[in-house]
């Protein structure tokens, strides 16, 4: 064979090997593209390594990486458990929980009782309840509380704390569902423009504007079950064409009568308003 045919020989194999080579660098390209879009810190395989050892490293890399990624899911799994857990015990409306009291006075250990209901699709504030242990007594006793002032809480537990816990929380709790469904209803009436209350809700001012029936104020007597009795005042607008007067009801420019229409409709359940206001356009 002539030096030249060695040539065309030489030359031919190494354009093999550099297509080979080629297409093994767009391999790793590629891959080390992925790695990066991931985040991924992986070692480069050495320098002089062979084919055999760089796929060797790749798949240990791919076996380290696969491991993260599984130790990764099963901490969110964990975690998502967790919350699971947590808003399982939330619908169940109670929990449990013991607290140290921190301050310099304070009274050791605690029970801590949250409270909590559901209304308009989501979770109302929670109330909180720290009971202390009387050591003479070996008894609970009230510490703390972010209930309601209006609802009977002393007297819940000179009934129920020392006799029943569970019955003494069902009580609690039962007082603050009604509390909260009480201001959910009023709050949701239609065609209701203002609305104010005492602490307790159980006397409520309302001001109404009905399309037909017109603008007019509800004052409210209530209990946390029903409307005890109602005063009721509407508004005829002397002014009517003007927009500016629409909702000022304090304006000379309106004459008050008393709406025995509405008012005879205000008294009854609270859940129940709604529908008795339907009557009304």
Do not use: W
């Not at 409270?115 to 009971?131: S, V």
């Not at 242990?133 to 209006?150: A, C, D, F, I, M």
């Amino acid at each position: 064979m002539s030096s030249i045919d060695k040539y065309r020989v030489d030359i031919t194999s190494l354009k093999s090997e550099l297509t080979l080579l080629t297409r093994k660098r767009a391999q790793l390209a590629s891959r080390l593209a992925f790695l990066k879009s991931s985040n991924a810190v992986v070692p480069l395989p050495r320098f002089g390594a062979t084919q055999s050892t760089v796929s060797d490293e790749l798949l240990e890399q791919d076996r380290e990486r696969g491991n993260l990624l599984l130790a990764h899911l099963s901490d969110k799994y964990d975690e998502q458990q967790i919350i699971h857990q947590q808003n399982l015990y939330r619908l169940a409306g109670a929990t449990a929980f013991k607290v140290r009291d921190p301050s310099a006075n304070g009274k050791g250990d605690l029970l801590g009782i949250r409270i909590e209901c559901f209304a308009l699709k989501k979770f109302a504030a929670p109330h909180y309840i720290l009971l202390s242990v009387n050591g003479k007594t070996n008894s609970y006793e009230l510490y703390k509380y972010t209930v309601p002032l209006h609802i009977p809480l002393a007297s819940l537990a000179n009934k129920y704390l020392n006799k029943d816990l569970r019955a003494f929380v069902r009580a609690v709790r039962k007082e603050i569902i009604m509390d909260v469904n009480k201001r959910t209803h009023l709050s949701c009436l239609p065609n209701v423009v203002a609305i104010e209350a005492d602490d307790a809700c159980e006397l409520v001012k309302l001001e109404f504007d009905f399309p037909k029936h017109g603008a007019c104020i509800a004052y409210l007597r209530s209990d946390m079950v029903d409307i005890k009795s109602a005063v009721v005042t509407k508004f005829v607008r002397q002014h009517a064409d003007d927009p500016e007067m629409l909702h000022d009801f304090e304006s000379e420019e309106h004459e008050t009568l008393r709406d025995e229409t509405l008012e005879a409709l205000m008294p009854g359940r609270i859940d129940q308003l709604h529908i008795r206001l339907a009557t009304i356009e």
